[in-house]
T-cell receptor, first 114, second 114 residues
């Protein structure tokens, strides 16, 4: 089974609109993290939310976590063309001990049109 | 504080050659992780190392792949006798501690096998 599946696979919006991406996972976690990857580049860490947190903000980013539904959402408000990138959620292995082993989904490709 | 450094950024090898990928973690980080990203896929965990120790290599193919993190110098991911299926982006990440991991990623090495 695949941990950390993002939805939708692709999202296209106009500059100024909000973008919402979702992530579902299957097993218990300690933390869930969101990363951004610009085309052909490395990953940039955006935000980490712990399993005992429900919501977290960072600038124009808002992340929610619902452990009962095993899902998270990333909201980018007032999007800009520079937000165009792929967004990945990454989960760790929860209580199994190997919480260093991040599992990534295939990502959501966000395109923000000027 | 420089981020995670990887070199080379692009590497082209012919089938049967060896590929050596280098990773210098962030200053003060003693934990290194290697991930592989195939086209249109998320990152997949390969190996976790601390200085002079391989902690978990469960994601690394048993043959042709090896990794090390010596006391001095960068971490090395070595792929012997490369095949076309090894073509991918290889990312290194580092963290100062295993707990509540925020892994900081390097820019990646894009390996192309001809």
């Amino acid at each position: 089974s695949q941990q950390g599946e993002e939805d939708p696979q692709a999202l296209s919006i106009q500059e100024g609109e909000n973008a919402t991406m979702n992530c579902s996972y299957k097993t218990s976690i300690n933390n869930l993290q969101w990363y951004r990857q610009n085309s052909g580049r490395g990953l940039v860490h955006l935000i980490l939310i712990r399993s005992n947190e429900r919501e977290k903000h960072s600038g124009r980013l808002r992340v929610t976590l619902d452990t009962s539904k095993k899902s998270s959402s990333l909201l980018i408000t007032a999007s800009r063309a520079a937000d165009t990138a792929s967004y990945f959620c990454a989960t760790d292995a929860g209580s199994g001990g190997s919480n260093y082993k991040l599992t990534f989904g295939k990502g959501t490709l966000l395109t923000v049109n000027p | 504080n420089a981020g995670v450094m990887q070199n080379p950024r692009h590497l082209v090898r012919r089938r049967g050659q060896e590929a050596r990928l280098r990773c210098s973690p962030m200053k003060g980080h003693s934990h290194v992780y290697w991930y592989r990203q195939l086209p249109e896929e998320g990152l997949k965990f390969m190996v976790y190392l601390q200085k002079e120790n391989i902690i978990d290599e469960s994601g690394m193919p048993k043959e042709r792949f090896s990794a090390e993190f010596p006391k001095e110098g960068p971490s090395i991911l070595r792929i012997q006798q490369v095949v076309r299926g090894d073509s991918a982006a290889y990312f290194c990440a580092s963290s100062p501690t295993r707990q509540y991991n925020e892994q900081f990623f390097g820019p990646g090495t894009r390996l192309t096998v001809l």
